[in-house]
């Protein structure tokens, strides 16, 4: 057994996870957490600049901000949107020193009024292809609109296969990566908008 599966809190943190999978499958898109390789393979491809600001989207119990914060992401840089009550309370006993808000990706835009346009990263768990089309499509205006001209969209599926993804619409893929080692197997993309 891998060290931090026998910690208490890595279990308390799965339980967490898995019961709010029960509650509400679309709403978190998998059975486990992601695993700490996806989370570094995301964090890895947040922008190195200064005066940087960085927004995730459906943090859940936290593997990917885990992973953002170790890249050295500074925690006034970082805001984290979460959509569920119990994952909030979790993120902010688990993270005190980071800025967690419990909100909807559909206002992004209100939640980041004093950010628009000026967000260099959005690291994504959202399971955007479990989503109805068109509150995707609203996040999607949102995620553009608070994006910086030259930021970057980081967001991960369980889809391997080349498909379009709905991000498409209004982004470039710039790269992708596939992470075998996560628990399914997921790829990584990372997009800007179109030039």
Same mark, same amino acid.
């Not at 119990?86 to 993270?95: C, E, G, I, T």
């Not at 030259?150 to 709905?166: E, K, M, N, W």
């Given at each position: 057994?891998? @060290?931090? *599966? !026998?910690?208490p809190s890595f279990l308390k943190t799965n339980i967490s996870f898995f019961s709010q999978f029960i509650r509400n499958p679309k709403s978190v898109g998998a059975l486990v957490p !992601? !695993? $700490? +390789?996806?989370?570094?393979t995301m964090a890895n491809f947040v922008p190195k600049k200064d005066d940087l600001f960085v927004v995730e989207l459906g943090p859940g119990t936290g593997p990917i901000t885990k992973a953002l914060t170790k890249v050295?992401? &500074?925690k006034d840089s970082l805001m984290c949107l979460e959509m569920s009550p119990?994952? %909030?309370?979790? /993120? *902010?006993? +688990?993270?005190p020193e980071l800025n967690i808000l419990e909100g909807d990706a559909c206002h992004l #835009?209100? =939640?980041l009024s004093e950010k628009s346009g000026n967000v260099d990263a959005i690291v994504s768990s959202l399971p955007l292809k479990s989503i109805p089309d068109l509150v995707v &499509?609203?996040?999607i205006d949102q995620m553009h609109t608070v994006l910086s001209d &030259?930021? %970057?969209? =980081? *967001?991960? #599926?369980?889809? /391997?296969?080349?498909?379009? !993804? $709905?991000l498409l619409k @209004?982004? &470039?893929r710039v790269k992708s990566k596939v992470v075998i080692g996560n628990v399914p197997p997921a790829r990584v993309d990372v997009f800007q908008k179109k030039k």
């Open positions: 057994m891998h @060290k931090e *599966q !026998s910690n !992601s !695993s $700490p +390789r996806l989370g570094r050295g992401i &500074d119990k994952m %909030v309370k979790h /993120l *902010q006993s +688990r993270f #835009t209100e =939640i &499509d609203n996040i &030259d930021g %970057v969209i =980081i *967001q991960f #599926t369980y889809d /391997l296969r080349a498909s379009r !993804s $709905p @209004k982004f &470039d």
